[in-house]
């Protein structure tokens, strides 16, 4: 699962639209549309920063599994 995925679902899961997140976060509507289509993939950790605060989450949660670290 691609980031602009995991970012969707959540936001879903929250009944949040793109509009509503875009002004909880300080981003652009726009912004988020790319995200969430894939056509915007490399996020910078500032837009992380603030969709996770915006969807109640620590960034981590919202990348990948293959880019979490994993520990043993």
């Known amino acids: ?19 509503e997140l875009a002004e909880k976060a300080k981003i652009t ?4 549309s ?3 289509n ?3 993939d490399n ?4 837009v992380l920063r603030k969709l996770a605060k915006a ?5 981590v949660d ?3 599994d ?3 670290l994993k520990t043993k």
């Open 34 to 36: 790319q995200i969430e």
């Open 55 to 59: 969807l109640n989450c620590v960034v």
């Open 29 to 32: 509507q726009a912004k988020i």
């Open 1 to 19: 699962m691609i980031i602009g995925e995991i970012i969707k679902r959540r936001r879903t899961a929250l009944d949040m639209t793109q509009v």
């Open 38 to 40: 894939g056509a915007n």
């Open 43 to 46: 996020v910078t950790i500032d």
């Open 66 to 68: 293959k880019d979490k």
């Open 62 to 64: 919202l990348l990948p």
